[in-house]
């Protein structure tokens, strides 16, 4: 019974594929789709960490405008993963050709999903833990410099989102 459902589903997707050819749905808008998803994922992640860290920010320099040096690496920490977005959106598009089939397509849209998902999550988080690093600093300022390796680990995740997608996207 197993196989046949298996045999059924393949013989599906095969005719969904066809059809989907016949209509123009190709590889290459596949592809752009994955492109276009992986940066815009990233760069709202991005944009949601940058909100919280700036919001966070206004407030202790609002009292204590002397820590905008300190203050000023904890806001931007989570702009990288829109620069990271960019950057594989650049690599992707660059092997992105009118020519692929649709398989090819699809193969490019998992390749970058890796720095998506991992640039709108850590994005995020480290827009979190970089607030909380913000207020300490407005409250000791001798914190600063230490506080950086908190919101910096959290990096290291959207630093392995960009070398698998950037490892994966050459395969295709």
Same mark, same amino acid.
């Given at each position: 019974?197993?196989?046949? +459902?298996?045999? %059924?589903?393949e013989q599906?997707?095969? %005719?969904? !594929?066809?059809?989907?050819e ?9 592809? /752009? ?6 940066? =815009? +994922? ?7 960490? +940058? ?9 202790? =320099? ?9 203050? +000023?690496?904890?806001?931007?920490l ?21 020519? /692929?089939? =649709?398989?090819? !397509?699809?193969?490019m ?8 998902v991992?640039?709108l ?11 909380n ?10 914190l600063?410099?230490? =506080?950086?390796?908190?919101?910096? /680990? ?9 070398i ?9």
């Amino acid at each position: 019974m197993f196989y046949s +459902l298996l045999a %059924e589903g393949e013989q599906i997707f095969q %005719e969904v !594929g066809q059809k989907a050819e016949q209509i123009g749905y190709t590889g290459f808008a596949v592809a /752009m789709i994955g492109v276009a998803i992986c940066v =815009l +994922l990233c760069g709202i992640g991005s944009a949601i960490g +940058l909100f919280k860290t700036g919001t966070a920010a206004a407030g202790v =320099l609002g009292e204590a405008p002397d820590k905008f040096g300190k203050v +000023l690496v904890l806001v931007l920490l989570p702009a990288t993963q829109g620069i990271y977005g960019f950057i594989i959106g650049i690599i992707a598009s660059g092997s992105v050709s009118s020519a /692929m089939t =649709l398989s090819q !397509g699809w193969a490019m849209l998992g390749a970058v999903m890796p720095m998506a998902v991992s640039g709108l999550i850590t994005g995020i988080f480290q827009g979190k833990s970089a607030v909380n690093c913000i207020y300490a600093v407005g409250k000791q300022d001798s914190l600063g410099g230490k =506080l950086i390796i908190y919101p910096a /680990m959290i990096e290291f995740y959207a630093i392995l989102g960009l070398i698998i997608s950037i490892m994966l996207i050459p395969l295709i």
